[in-house]
């Protein structure tokens, strides 16, 4: 049987390229509409907002501690003494603070609630010129799907970018699809979810760029990742090819 030597050649041609066509730059780059020395200015004035659930460090502190001891309740942590209570934001979106009562703290940034509470110590003649603290103890986004360190991730400040989150979690996978990554994001139990393109230098003016307290990013499989997933993968597919090239290899040479 003769097999004409040019079929052979366009087999492995063919091979070749579906070895090397698995992913182009359009599927991986980042930013790939950036231009050279291009500037782009962020105006985004992004503060974290309060929520319902979230976990408030509330701290209060004055030139005369004695007389803050009040507003710092401790809870027992055993022979290692004790740490300050945290305070919750409700279902009204309120925190129940010593003394002060139920204070209203939902939808304001962390620089707001200090300003209020500071206005209601001094108004109420309680305390001069108080510092206030407030640190959000459940601020963490959560990273699922096509990344290389899926998890919770905590955040000791008070924002973080989608770019520094996916940092975070080693970065996208090559499977995980980066034209529409999907942030969901919980408005006091009305959840959104916003697809952004992280292909595109448009990413920076996303209204999810920043990441709010409890976000769920989720990286999408690519068609690669799909067929991995399912256990369809190319291996399978390649080696029928490459063994036909062989056969087809071991005829010619007879």
Not at 54 to 77: A, Q
Not at 165 to 188: P, S
Not at 196 to 221: A, G, H, M, R, W
Not at 238 to 246: D, E, P, R
């Amino acid at each position: 049987m003769h097999i004409p030597f040019f079929n052979y050649r366009f087999i492995c041609v063919i091979l070749f390229c579906f070895l090397t066509s698995c992913y182009t730059k359009k599927d991986v780059v980042y930013f790939q509409n950036a231009k050279n020395f291009e500037t782009i200015v962020d105006t985004d004035t992004f503060k974290a907002k309060l929520k319902i659930g979230d976990i408030l460090g509330i701290n209060i502190s004055t030139k005369n501690l004695e007389v803050t001891r009040p507003y710092n309740l401790v809870e027992s942590t055993g022979s290692q003494g004790g740490q300050l209570i945290d305070y919750l934001v409700d279902s009204e979106g309120n925190i129940d603070y010593p003394v002060l009562g139920k204070i209203k703290l939902l939808g304001l940034t962390v620089e707001e609630a200090k300003q209020l509470l500071k206005k209601k110590f001094e108004e109420g003649d309680l305390l001069k010129n108080p510092v206030v603290i407030i640190r959000i103890k459940n601020y963490r986004v959560t990273m699922m799907g096509w990344v290389n360190s899926p998890g919770v991730y905590p955040i000791s400040g008070e924002r973080i970018s989608i770019l520094e989150a996916i940092t975070m979690a080693g970065d996208l996978q090559i499977n995980g699809k980066r034209k529409d990554v999907l942030v969901i994001r919980d408005f006091n139990g009305t959840k959104t979810y916003t697809e952004i393109d992280l292909t595109s230098k448009e990413v920076f003016n996303s209204p999810v760029y920043y990441l709010t307290q409890n976000d769920i990013v989720y990286v999408k499989p690519n068609k690669g990742g799909i067929s991995s997933a399912s256990g369809d993968s190319r291996i399978g597919l390649i080696s029928s090819i490459a063994g036909i090239v062989v056969s087809i290899a071991i005829l010619l040479t007879r």
